[in-house]
């Protein structure tokens, strides 16, 4: 009998993939443990090994197929003694017999395609419990939609498709039709979650359409959930690193030219550092919200976000409250190389307790960080640019460096976000502290 071979979910938030490549060919004996196809998610191109051992009797979802829903079949194995056999398609349900219009009705206005009937319960229309909430919430009619689940339900997706497409909203009842057919109204805006759609405003001589990867669709779902279900508020101060600067540059002196111990320490090294640090002095920062409880970690799992051509990934630095400037200075470096090439492991981008985004290098002052959840804070770092201060009464010349910290509001107050930037402070500025 076949064993079939699913698309596996290949870290916890995964609901599709791309199918990038096959390793293996039909006809081929495969083993456990073989690497059968590369898939492509969000975040990285990861292998898929097998579980089975057999012959690759068939491939059902080719190489190059995007979009493929997770424990979707994608191939099937057999035993080398039994015949291929693939799983029939499903027969479509087909839709119910229209009903005639009585010859005294007006005209319907002429439609691209015909569009089929949606599937009711009684007066209900049929669909999945999170398509009716988003449809409630986008005012989407469900009636005006063809559902794609089983029995012709309506799902999530058919509801993410009407908003993009301009589904109209509810009507009011009718009344009395008037003597004479009213003009056709124009058609609806397209609209993308309730704006309009900007390709209404431009004529297609005018831009070029890039479709969304995965990795896009995941940033922006994300962050939307980050600024529309988590309270931000922030919290700004000012770091004089001439000490930092300093220490850098006499550590990274003392490096070996090369091997196992080589390291060339930057300032964002040091601020992973600090903030592993603060994080475990003041424990109520490095925590988590969940529905019922507070989860207060017991590590700094502390993020860096990587900027990559084709989006945003923010590695992870586990454990760093336990490890030294040389070492996290190394991890940093393998992880962005691993996340420009799409090889990071799900483990290695999942699971942090804190991030950092550090846009100075590009000659940015200060911004404002939105939090990656289930972070509850993200820290901004800005350039270090010399500035004239007051010291000792007298104006003088400092390198300073603004920081801004975005605080979640259900675990973060400002008395507590105020200390943990004081005590990162006391780091940056005092980085002798940081060896202690």
């Not at 990861?46 to 690759?56: F, I, K, P, S, W």
Request: proline share 7%.
């Amino acid at each position: 009998m076949p064993v079939d071979i699913l698309m596996p979910a290949l870290s916890p938030t995964m609901e599709e993939g791309n199918l990038a490549k096959w390793l293996v060919k039909e006809g081929d004996r495969i083993k456990a443990g073989d690497v059968i196809a590369e898939i492509e998610t969000d975040k990285a191109t990861m292998e898929v090994e097998a579980v089975d051992e057999g012959v690759l009797s068939k491939i059902l979802v080719a190489a190059g197929t995007q979009g493929v829903k997770v424990n979707t079949i994608i191939a099937q194995v057999t035993g080398e003694d039994e015949p291929a056999r693939a799983k029939p398609a499903p027969v479509p349900t087909a839709a119910p017999a229209a009903t005639p219009a009585p010859k005294a009705a007006p005209a319907a206005a002429s439609v691209s395609a015909p569009v089929a009937a949606p599937v009711h319960t009684g007066n209900r229309v049929a669909a999945s419990p999170l398509a009716r909430r988003m449809a409630e919430q986008a005012k989407v009619d469900l009636s005006a939609i063809t559902g794609t689940g089983p029995g012709g339900r309506i799902v999530k997706a058919d509801i993410e498709r009407a908003m993009a497409g301009g589904t109209p909203r509810p009507v009011a009842a009718k009344t009395t039709a008037p003597a004479a057919a009213p003009a056709a109204a124009p058609a609806a805006a397209p609209v993308s979650g309730g704006l309009p759609d900007s390709r209404i405003f431009f004529a297609e001589s005018d831009y070029e359409a890039i479709p969304h990867d995965n990795m896009r669709k995941a940033i922006a779902k994300r962050l939307t959930i980050a600024k529309r279900d988590i309270p931000h508020f922030y919290l700004t101060v000012d770091c004089a690193i001439d000490a930092l600067l300093d220490m850098r540059k006499e550590l990274n002196a003392k490096s070996p030219k090369d091997g196992a111990g080589a390291f060339k320490l930057s300032v964002n090294d040091f601020i992973v550092r600090a903030s592993a640090l603060a994080l475990m002095k003041v424990p109520g920062v490095n925590a988590s919200w969940t529905d019922t409880h507070i989860l207060r970690h017991k590590h700094a799992h502390v993020g860096v976000a990587v900027a990559l051509d084709f989006g945003l990934i923010t590695p992870i630095v586990a454990r760093a409250d336990t490890k030294g400037l040389a070492e996290i200075s190394n991890e940093v470096k393998q992880l962005a190389e691993r996340a420009k090439a799409k090889k990071l492991k799900p483990q290695e981008y999942e699971g942090g307790t804190f991030a950092i985004s550090n846009l100075g290098m590009m000659g940015i002052r200060d911004f404002t960080a939105v939090i990656n959840p289930p972070h509850s804070a993200i820290l901004a770092i800005g350039a270090g640019e010399e500035r004239a201060v007051i010291k000792n009464g007298a104006v003088a010349k400092a390198t300073m460096m603004t920081v801004r910290l975005s605080c979640d509001h259900r675990v973060i107050d400002g008395a507590l976000g105020a200390e943990w930037l004081r005590v990162f402070k006391g780091f940056i500025e005092d980085p002798v502290t940081m060896m202690l």
